[in-house]
């Protein structure tokens, strides 16, 4: 699990100067999430987020089909996704982290529905992350990656 230096997210040029990866994993999960959905690529997939406990860090939204998941990693099994991300939260909180999952019915994209849960809308970065999350997913071998995640599901085994 990769951690931020302190005050990286409060600072907008140094956020955005952040590699793609971890751009898209440490606050901007929910605009590659947007992006994807109005892809090509988003039959069948919907979009899910994980909601800490009160007081705890750990949000997360990515887009799955119920087995299979896409985030800042690419394609997984969405099992294996929400068993690292939560159990490399809970490594870090001793004391108890938990959360829900949760299906997301409002626009990713929105600016208002976002802000309204926590979340930079897309005209709140220091340029449109829009366009970098659809680079971001053009890259992608979306074939390759969903065969890739399908084998390596837990449903299969």
């Excluded at 394609?75 to 829900?100: E, F, I, K, M």
């Amino acid at each position: 699990m990769y951690k931020l230096k302190a005050g990286i997210k409060n600072d907008p040029l140094r956020r955005w100067a952040l590699p793609d990866r971890v751009f898209f994993g440490h606050g901007a999960c929910h605009i590659l999430a947007g992006v994807f959905l109005k892809s090509e690529h988003a039959t069948g997939f919907f979009a899910e987020r994980i909601i800490p406990q009160d007081g705890f860090s750990g949000n997360h939204i990515y887009v799955t089909d119920g087995s299979i998941a896409f985030d800042y990693h690419g394609y997984s099994d969405r099992l294996r996704l929400l068993q690292q991300h939560t159990s490399g939260w809970a490594d870090h909180h001793p004391q108890g982290w938990n959360c829900v999952l949760e299906r997301v019915e409002f626009d990713l994209l929105n600016t208002t529905e976002l802000n309204c849960r926590n979340m930079l809308g897309p005209n709140q970065y220091d340029k449109n992350p829009i366009p970098r999350a659809q680079s971001f997913i053009q890259r992608i071998d979306h074939g390759k990656g969903v065969e890739s995640a399908a084998r390596t599901s837990y449903l299969f085994r």
